[in-house]
């Protein structure tokens, strides 16, 4: 995934534990452990203004961009155009 959730390094700036940040934003633990090990699909605004509210940060400082390598041998090829095994829409997948 091209974005990362830098909750866990937040958590330590602030010197603070995933379950009392669970207790300020009104969010389970379960969906911040989520959150923390980068795997949600998704955030609302009203979580995010809540996380930014608690540690005391920017979105940005939150989530951060980092682009994904090109896959092995699709070196030119348009996003999209090849699936995770090689194979492309010619070979019939």
Do not use: H
Not at 34 to 52: E, G, H, I, P, W
């Amino acid at each position: 995934m091209a974005i990362v959730v830098n909750l866990d390094l937040l958590l330590v700036k602030r010197k603070m534990k995933l379950t009392e940040l669970a207790g300020r934003v009104d969010i389970t633990l379960a969906n911040l452990s989520v959150l923390k090990q980068n795997r949600a699909r998704a955030v609302r605004f009203s979580t995010l203004d809540a996380l930014c509210r608690e540690l005391g940060c920017q979105p940005g400082d939150l989530l951060e961009y980092q682009a994904e390598p090109p896959a092995p041998g699709s070196a030119g090829s348009r996003p999209g155009r090849w699936s995770r095994d090689g194979s492309s829409p010619a070979d019939g997948v």
